[in-house]
């Protein structure tokens, strides 16, 4: 079955550590995305990868780093400069960025809930 | 003003009923449309998408109208399993990149 997905599903950090969170495709789609979700708040652009080895920020990138060192991976990582970093993330990915449809729909993982201990 | 504008509701509705939502966009250059349907702490999961004036599937409708700036999703025969929540999601296309905008949702909630 071709899909997306996220691991862990929950995931618990201590004041001060980094962590990843892993995102797999195998829609072999060129772009990948990072999103955060809170209550009550629609989805905010983290980052977001057109081709390999290539990323761009989004609207809240700080506190934020990636890599996209092959097609398929796309690993997000919280580090200790996120202030907030308790939230939903999930992972998408379309087939381009280059141009609308259909490159621009987007297929969503099943999300890493965070929570900050 | 937000780019994506959604009454968050909720909208409570009986079996059997017709809903339809709306939904207001800031950027008149935007390309193209989605509406997701999002289930309780799970992701979103594309519904529909919308690339001319219009898209019907089943039971659901949904309407662009570029000089209002608006788009609007119609449930027809609402059924339990409808209920979650509609997210109104527009792709501005800004910079020669796909970077949608989601809205903050609609709740739905069927009763019978």
């Known amino acids: 079955d071709g899909g ?15 962590v990843t969170l892993s995102c797999e495709q195998n829609l072999n789609h060129d772009a990948m995305y990072w999103y955060r979700q809170d209550p009550g708040q ?3 652009l983290i980052y977001y990868s057109q081709i390999v080895n290539d990323f761009q920020k989004g609207d809240i990138a700080e506190g934020y780093s990636v890599s996209r060192e092959k097609k398929e991976s796309f690993p997000l990582t919280v580090t200790s400069a996120q202030k907030n970093p308790t939230a939903f993330y999930l992972c998408a990915s379309s087939i381009g960025a280059s141009g ?3 490159g621009d729909t987007q297929y969503f993982g099943p999300g890493t809930r965070l929570t900050v201990l | ?10 909208f409570n509705v009986p079996e059997g009923a017709t809903v339809a939502f709306n939904c207001t966009y800031s950027n008149s250059a935007s390309q193209s449309f989605f509406w997701y349907r999002q289930d309780c702490r799970k992701e979103p999961k594309l519904l529909m998408s919308v690339y001319s004036s219009g ?15 608006y788009i609007s999703l119609l449930i027809r025969d609402s059924k339990l399993s409808d209920s979650a929540t509609y997210l109104c ?3 501005p296309f800004s910079g020669g990149y796909n970077k949608l905008i989601f809205g903050a949702g609609t709740r739905l909630a069927v009763h019978p």
């Open chain 1, 4 to 18: 997306i997905t996220q691991s862990p599903k929950y995931l618990f950090r201590k004041e001060g550590q980094n």
């Open chain 1, 42 to 44: 629609g989805l905010r």
């Open chain 1, 100 to 102: 609308p449809h259909p």
């Open chain 2, 1 to 10: 003003r937000k780019e994506v504008e959604q009454d968050p509701g909720p």
């Open chain 2, 55 to 69: 898209n019907e599937d089943g039971r659901f409708t949904a309407q662009l109208n570029r000089a209002s700036q």
């Open chain 2, 89 to 91: 999601v527009v792709n």
